[in-house]
């Protein structure tokens, strides 16, 4: 099926597979058409675990009609077999072609997963804006028969950006929706001192399609701000949120194909705390051209109070940094706060940012191949905006002052793999940008996930 679906040279003469003689004049893709029906499923290796759940990531695989989509099929159970299992094998036995029912299309499936330890104790180390983490969790798995697991973790950043978090899973709880609870208290705290030291603790409780783009979440919250001057009591937050995901990239770190699409709506209020809808919408894709890989990427964010209320600082759009807009500092586009209270960013209520790059791999020497790391170098400029509405207005009568007040940033920056993860330096330069902004030269990134 492999061969198949590589190859598109003809296959030799007198090869019969299946009862059918192979044609010289038809590539081998062409014969995975061949009709099969499944007629049996052997699962081993799930001492802890219900045959249910392993039957209900092969649903799709046991209604294959042809063998092409039965490879394709078999090739996604795997893959979401292994989020609960250590490995999962899937072979296909085509030899008794009879089935023991006088089919020619029957044809029978042996699953074989190793489940995994029922206690996991891992760490990371991550850096993300240029704060450095470790995070030591604890997993339990395999808490009840139907592969549902416990995470808790505590994760530690240098400039105090702490969390805890605990979290319950339990898959396909009902028909094709995964459901989890997760209970948090964390404290973010910004590198550059721009960002005011929030604190935060409450529980969410989530929904998701097993194989689709879409949950549904439930936060309820308590914000604080720990930083002097910011000026808001601490408030309540209770919010239900929709969230749509597609994800086509090839590799979500430096991706040289496909795309992104997210779309997340959020409203609060109900019954009580801040009173609120918010909407972001991002987006980006990439095409390779010989050796250049071309991108485009952007952002939209709406934020509207309800009942004439105005929106808190904690629930603000901020833009501006390498992951945002590129050529401006962490939340340096847009408002910011009076003097008396820090003159940090205060965030703003309409925001965008559209940008393209394009990148390529930066050649080596032969004799340094195979020592230094595989780089790429990108040349990019990026467009954005970020605007505060006043308290009771429409949010959406204010889209042209949006697109008037645009600000205007080019670079080149190089992506560099380390032991720790991602290096990105950049330099920058701000063509277009207003006096309350904050422009940078460099920025510079080290993205990791090490376990």
């Not at 007198?14 to 061949?34: E, N, Q, W």
């Not at 019954?271 to 972001?280: D, I, L, M, Q, T």
């Not at 847009?334 to 003097?339: C, D, E, I, Q, T």
Request: aromatic share 6%; glycine share 10%.
């Amino acid at each position: 099926l492999q061969l198949g679906m590589e190859d598109q040279r003809p296959p030799p003469d007198g090869i019969t597979v299946l009862g059918h003689t192979l044609d010289r004049r038809k590539p081998l893709a062409s014969y995975l058409v061949f009709p099969c029906r499944v007629t049996a499923l052997e699962v081993k290796g799930n001492d802890r675990t219900r045959r249910e759940v392993v039957e209900r990531e092969m649903k799709a695989a046991l209604a294959a009609t042809d063998h092409h989509q039965l490879a394709v099929e078999l090739a996604h159970a795997s893959f979401r077999l292994e989020e609960s299992f250590k490995d999962a094998v899937c072979e296909v036995d085509c030899a008794d072609a009879t089935g023991g029912d006088g089919a020619d299309d029957a044809v029978k499936i042996a699953v074989h997963v190793q489940e995994k330890a029922r206690h996991t104790l891992s760490y990371s180390t991550a850096a993300k804006d240029g704060e450095g983490s470790l995070e030591v969790a604890w997993t339990v798995r395999h808490l009840l028969p139907y592969g549902e697991r416990l995470r808790t973790a505590v994760s530690m950043g240098l400039n105090g950006s702490n969390q805890f978090r605990a979290m319950f899973a339990r898959p396909h709880a009902v028909e094709g929706i995964s459901l989890s609870g997760e209970a948090f208290t964390e404290a973010h705290a910004d590198p550059s001192q721009a960002l005011p030291r929030e604190k935060r603790r409450g529980v969410v409780v989530r929904g998701a399609q097993h194989e689709g783009p879409h949950s549904v979440s439930l936060e309820v919250c308590e914000r604080s701000w720990a930083s002097p001057g910011v000026g808001e009591r601490p408030s309540l937050k209770v919010a239900l949120s929709h969230r749509a995901r597609r994800d086509t990239r090839d590799d979500p770190g430096l991706p040289s194909a496909g795309a992104l699409l997210e779309h997340e709506f959020e409203v609060a209020g109900f019954p009580v705390g801040a009173h609120f809808w918010r909407e972001r919408l991002s987006a980006e894709a990439h095409a390779a051209r010989g050796r250049t890989v071309l991108s485009v990427f952007g952002s939209f964010g709406i934020l509207q109070g309800l009942g004439g209320l105005r929106t808190r600082l904690s629930d603000k759009l901020f833009l501006g940094g390498p992951s945002s807009l590129r050529g401006f500092r962490p939340g340096g586009v847009g408002p910011r706060l009076a003097p008396t209270s820090g003159g940090g960013p205060a965030g703003g209520d309409l925001s965008f940012s559209l940008g393209t790059a394009a990148a390529w791999r930066v050649p080596m020497p032969t004799a340094l191949a195979g020592v230094l790391p595989a780089m790429r170098a990108q040349v990019w400029t990026n467009v954005g905006s970020a605007i505060a509405v006043p308290q009771g207005e429409s949010a959406v009568t204010f889209l042209p002052t949006l697109f008037r007040e645009t600000r205007t940033a080019v670079g080149v920056s190089l992506f560099i793999p380390t032991a720790f993860g991602r290096l990105e330096a950049s330099l920058c330069r701000a063509l277009v940008s207003r006096e309350s902004d904050r422009p940078t030269r460099i920025h510079l990134r080290l993205e990791s996930e090490l376990n």
